[in-house]
């Protein structure tokens, strides 16, 4: 198996095939985690994978660098228009570069903007979604974009929710903490594999042996308990603490904060948590979160 070459190759002639594998989340749910286990069980190595080296078995769909590979010279991320005509090429030319399964990650919903689908399910082999608990998601969204919690609330439940672009990336489109999850849950053009991040943090060799079972990757079990243990979260902030992180906010003083569940008790007000259920109980019920 060859999975995850980053760079796109060539942009193809004829229809590229359905290689990528979706790591889909609402920012701050658990991507990055997942992405650093498959990098340290892909990779196999003796030492864990540094963060800077993560990329090295998928890409990112927001990063300005892919897109320009395809548009070529005065591309500019800030271009909403050209950042969307030049996606459907960019995910094509990864598509098509040879690899088994192409990882990408996303945060965008599984929706279309226009006309234009975000997620081609004519690309399409998989995805695995990453489920938290918005309560969570909101704590960590506040301290990662460096907003009030109950600014990040109020984006959560936002429809129209997006990131900003700028040089190093295009805008993602968000949506609605709710509206996303079942933009990809419900999803039916392509499998869907949905872990919750509570049940990854509760038993994580089993649940990330669930993943690499979806994907019809082998499971070796001295392999997987080595990877999962070089993406623990200590390590994680080891690494970040030593050699920073590129990921990180600049509203942020740190990318890895806790990692853990149930964060926000005894945080949230009863009014910030009102608000929540409002927008999204019918999604947290259903997904075991009441």
């Known amino acids: 198996m060859t999975a995850g070459k980053t760079a796109p190759g060539p942009v193809?002639?004829?229809?590229?095939?359905?290689?990528?594998?979706?790591?889909?989340?609402?920012?701050?749910s658990g991507n990055t985690w997942t992405r650093v286990f498959l990098a340290n069980y892909v990779l196999d190595r003796p030492e864990p994978v540094p963060l800077s080296e993560i990329h090295r078995i998928g890409a990112n769909d927001s990063g300005a660098d892919l897109y320009g590979r395809v548009a070529?010279?005065?591309?500019?991320?800030?271009?909403?228009?050209?950042?969307?005509?030049?996606?459907?090429?960019?995910?094509a030319a990864i598509a098509g570069n040879g690899a088994d399964l192409n990882f990408v990650k996303t945060?965008?919903?599984?929706?279309?903007v226009g006309l234009q689908p975000l997620i081609p399910a004519a690309l399409t082999r998989a995805a695995i979604y990453i489920l938290r608990d918005p309560r969570d998601v909101a704590l960590s969204y506040a301290r990662h974009f460096g907003v009030s919690v109950d600014r990040a609330i109020a984006h959560l439940g936002n429809p129209e929710n997006s990131t900003a672009a700028d040089p190093r990336k295009v805008k993602q489109y968000l949506g609605s903490w709710s509206g996303h999850v079942a933009s990809w849950v419900d999803a039916d053009a392509f499998p869907v594999l949905v872990q919750r991040y509570e049940d990854?943090?509760?038993?994580?060799?089993?649940?990330?042996?669930?993943?690499l079972g979806f994907l019809n990757i082998p499971v070796d079990r001295a392999r997987l308990a080595k990877a999962?243990?070089?993406?623990?979260?200590?390590?994680?902030?080891?690494?970040?603490?030593?050699?920073?992180?590129?990921?990180?906010?600049?509203?942020?003083?740190?990318?890895?904060?806790?990692?853990?569940?149930?964060?926000?008790?005894?945080?949230?007000?009863a009014g910030q948590l009102a608000r929540i259920e409002a927008d999204h109980g019918a999604a947290m019920r259903a997904r075991g979160y009441f």
């Open 12 to 28: 193809p002639k004829r229809p590229a095939p359905r290689t990528l594998v979706w790591l889909a989340s609402f920012p701050k």
């Open 72 to 91: 070529g010279p005065g591309f500019r991320a800030t271009d909403l228009s050209a950042a969307l005509a030049t996606r459907p090429r960019m995910l």
């Open 107 to 112: 945060h965008n919903r599984n929706a279309a």
């Open 200 to 211: 990854m943090l509760a038993d994580p060799e089993e649940t990330f042996a669930k993943m």
């Open 228 to 269: 999962v243990r070089f993406s623990a979260f200590g390590e994680l902030q080891r690494q970040e603490a030593t050699a920073g992180f590129s990921e990180r906010s600049a509203n942020a003083e740190r990318f890895f904060h806790s990692g853990t569940a149930r964060q926000w008790e005894g945080v949230l007000s």
